[in-house]
Structures are given as C-alpha cells and as structure tokens.
C-alpha cells in the first residue's frame, strides 16, 4: 500500500517512522522547504516539554537516545514575583521526576532525519496541497515547479492546527470544525548565556505569574532560554517604542531586564502567536484518509503536551493497525473511537493549567495546597497521585486522569478541612 503522510513536522515524521516499521511505501509531503537547511524560522519555537507519553513513543522505535540527545531535564518549576524571592516548586512528590525541554526545530529535525532514513520513506518538499479527493486517494500539490498530482490508498494529515488536509475535508462537507481561539497571544523573546553559563537556574521550567498574563521561560543547550510572552490579545500593541517596552518590564518583569539585552529588539520584531483549541468531527472518512495530532484535536501549550498528545495519537494508530491486521478501513474509525475522549480531556485540562500557571501558583493557598497533596502521595504512594504526575509522568489515559483527579480532589478538599477544624480546636485550647 502506499500510504501519504501531508506534513513533515514533529507528527508527520514520527508516523512515518512507525509505518516505515510496519513495511509500508511512506511519502511524506511538506509545504516548507527542508528545515534542516537555513535558519529556524523567528519567534515561532514555543519550546516543548517532552515528557512520558512522548518518550514512550520514541521509545518503541528505539529513537530516544538519539533524539533527546540535546534535551534540558526541569523538575520544577521557577516561580519570578515581582518583588521577593524566587520560589522553586518541584512537580513530583519525591523531587526525581522532570519533564525535558527541547526545541521544536530540534526536535523536528531529528524526526525528519530518522524519517527520511527508514527505508520505504520518501520526502517531498515544498508541496503545499491544495486540492484533496478524500474517497479516491487524489491529491494535487502546489510546488515552485508548478501544481503536479499524487495519489495514495491511505491520506493521513498531520499538518498541524491550520491543517490543509482537514480545508479540504470541510470543504468536501466531510468533517465539521470549531476552533476556540483563546483571547491571548503569544510573543518570543531570548535570554542569552551569560558568560558562557545559564543566566538561570537550567533545571526548572521559570515562570513570571502576573495574574491576567505571565511568561515563561525553558532552557536551551547553547545555555540559553527561550522565553515566551502569554498577554491578552491586543496587549502587544499597546507597547510601541523602546521607552515603553523598557519601563514595561522594567516595572512588570524586573529581573529579566538585565538578562535580555536583545529584548526591545526581539520584542518589536518577533511576531505574535495566537493560541486556540481544534475541535473536529469526525476526523476520518471512508476509512482512508484521516487527521491525527493537531491537525484534528490542536490544543493550547500550556500543559506542555501537545506534542506528547500527537505522539500518543500515532502510538494508538499504530495500536489499530496491529489490532486490525492492518486494516486501515477498520482502524482509522477505532482510532477516532479510542482516542476522542482522551484528547477532548486533555483539552479541557490545558486551558485549566492555563488559569494555573497565571493565577495561582503565586498563592499562599496554592502552595499548601501542592504540599498537602505531595504528602499524600508520599503516605499513599500508586493510590494517591496528582493530576500533574499523571498526566507528565504516566501514560494513564487522560480521561481517566480528568476522573481520578476529581475522586481525588475531594478528598484533598476533606483532608484540608479537617487540618482546618483541627486548627481551629487547637487555637480555643490555646485562649
């Protein structure tokens, strides 16, 4: 069979490495030229935080080593007041476990270069569909030469929020969408070595809660940090001129001043991002062409696991395909079946990490909150763990994870009433 695989980034070229496994002709087709030449494309990195799900994933093809050759461990997180100490809160109980910051052009070029590797893989760049035949397989392709034509018995579209492959559906009246944009965008900025060393501390994910928006900041192998810009939308356009930028950070964002000597500069040309959560239905037809990753289920960063999502998006398919005997009629419907409800959770569980990260993890309330539930883990350890575990550290599905955490909660929420009625009994004895 000849399978086609439309867009080369991280879902793409990791699906096209388990096909490739399975025996299968794999044409991968871009509409970039090979990002593996030239520059990275600027502010448009978002650094991703691989964590279990992902890793298992690039496990079962033995490309792990390999490819987080070049990632950063985070246990934590680096919460940046305005005034005050810096405060680390580590995400496990027992402080071992880290998600691994990497680079999306990192990461995508080693996935590509594994890809383009795998025998039965060809890569075709500077392809951008625009024409799709669904039910025959038929695709017409833009190129510098000219549109030419392919056809495939298996369309798979893995090209990403602004997927072309779910336009042609919609406009085949196939697949219905709704795309919930988030009132926010995103802005890139850079903090450079210092003297050859981090200007932070590499081991901890840096954020800069400042209750409507923040930023955050993740480590880079050179030594330094990609930091990213989460501010309501129009925000941006209110800071104009050098002046108003400096004293705006110099007032909102203070310690990193003198960490990013590139900041107006990166500040007045890097572009603005928008963040918004993908909802499709269905995301097959006719049981041989199919959306995966964000092209059907895009979600916001802010759980970091949009990519981890996609990878367990491709280990499920890969599931299918070996429960079906590798058809690809029977598997592309229970692929949709089986994931559906975990992608829509963790969506849900993202924008709420959001509201996390922004609001709260600055609180008083917050951190004790983090210490009771960590020392419920440690008394109760496999039968009580955090959502944060859960979703980073296991490949519990998400679902699941979204109704363990509610069971759980409550008895958080039991647990800190009794410490309070207990207080409060302490305190009378006392007067």
């Given at each position: 069979m000849k399978i086609a695989i439309v867009g080369a980034g991280l879902t793409g070229s990791l699906l096209a490495c388990f096909l490739a496994r399975r025996?299968?002709?794999?044409?991968?087709?871009?509409?970039?030229?090979?990002?593996?030449?030239?520059?990275?494309?600027?502010?448009?990195?978002?650094?991703?935080?691989?964590?279990?799900?992902?890793?298992?994933?690039?496990?079962?093809?033995?490309?792990?080593?390999?490819?987080?050759?070049?990632?950063?461990?985070?246990?934590?997180?680096?919460?940046?007041?305005?005034?005050?100490?810096?405060?680390?809160?580590?995400?496990?109980?027992?402080?071992?476990?880290?998600?691994?910051?990497?680079?999306?052009?990192?990461?995508?070029?080693?996935?590509l270069t594994a890809a383009s590797e795998?025998?039965?893989?060809?890569?075709?760049?500077?392809?951008?569909?625009?024409?799709?035949?669904?039910?025959?397989?038929?695709?017409?392709?833009?190129?510098?030469?000219?549109?030419?034509?392919?056809?495939?018995?298996?369309?798979?579209?893995?090209?990403?929020?602004?997927?072309?492959?779910?336009?042609?559906?919609l406009a085949e009246g196939i697949v219905a969408e709704d795309v919930d944009f988030l009132d926010y965008g995103y802005k890139e900025l850079s903090i450079p070595a210092a003297d050859g060393e981090f200007a932070l501390d590499p081991g901890a994910l840096h954020i800069w809660p400042r209750g409507t928006s923040m930023m955050i900041a993740l480590p880079n192998p050179d030594r330094s940090f990609t930091c990213t810009l989460f501010w309501p939308a129009g925000s941006f356009d209110a800071l104009i001129s050098a002046p108003e930028i400096e004293q705006h950070f110099a007032q909102h964002y203070p310690d990193l001043v003198p960490l990013a000597p590139d900041l107006v500069d990166d500040y007045l040309n890097n572009p603005v991002g928008v963040l918004g959560t993908v909802?499709?239905?269905?995301?097959?037809?006719?049981?041989?062409?199919?959306?995966?990753?964000?092209?059907?289920?895009?979600?916001?960063?802010?759980?970091?696991?949009?990519?981890?999502?996609?990878?367990?998006?491709?280990?499920?398919?890969?599931?299918?395909?070996?429960?079906?005997?590798?058809?690809?009629?029977?598997?592309?419907?229970?692929?949709?079946?089986?994931?559906?409800?975990?992608?829509?959770?963790?969506a849900e569980m993202a924008?709420?990490?959001?509201?996390e990260m922004r609001d709260k993890v600055a609180s008083p309330v917050f951190r004790l909150t983090k210490r009771i539930e960590h020392a419920l883990e440690r008394a109760l350890p496999g039968r009580y763990v955090s959502r944060y575990e859960l979703v980073s550290f296991s490949t519990t599905p998400y679902a699941e994870v979204r109704q363990r955490v509610r069971r759980q909660h409550q008895i958080l929420g039991a647990v800190i009433a009794g410490a309070g009625v207990v207080a409060v009994g302490l305190l009378r004895r006392r007067r």
């Open positions: 025996g299968l002709t794999v044409t991968l087709y871009e509409h970039r030229p090979d990002p593996r030449i030239g520059p990275a494309e600027r502010g448009r990195s978002i650094n991703l935080a691989i964590s279990e799900r992902g890793l298992d994933a690039l496990r079962r093809i033995d490309l792990v080593d390999q490819v987080m050759a070049d990632a950063l461990p985070m246990k934590g997180r680096m919460i940046h007041p305005v005034e005050g100490p810096l405060d680390f809160q580590q995400y496990s109980a027992a402080g071992d476990r880290a998600i691994n910051s990497i680079s999306r052009g990192t990461l995508n070029n080693a996935l795998a025998p039965g893989v060809t890569v075709e760049f500077e392809h951008r569909l625009v024409e799709l035949d669904s039910q025959a397989g038929r695709m017409v392709f833009a190129t510098p030469s000219g549109k030419v034509s392919a056809e495939a018995d298996v369309v798979l579209g893995a090209d990403g929020a602004g997927s072309a492959v779910r336009e042609q559906l909802h499709t239905l269905p995301w097959q037809a006719h049981g041989r062409t199919a959306l995966l990753g964000d092209a059907a289920h895009a979600i916001v960063p802010f759980y970091g696991q949009g990519a981890n999502c996609a990878f367990e998006d491709v280990v499920e398919l890969d599931r299918c395909l070996g429960d079906t005997g590798g058809s690809w009629a029977r598997a592309l419907p229970l692929f949709e079946a089986r994931r559906r409800e975990n992608t829509e959770a963790i924008l709420a990490n959001f509201v």
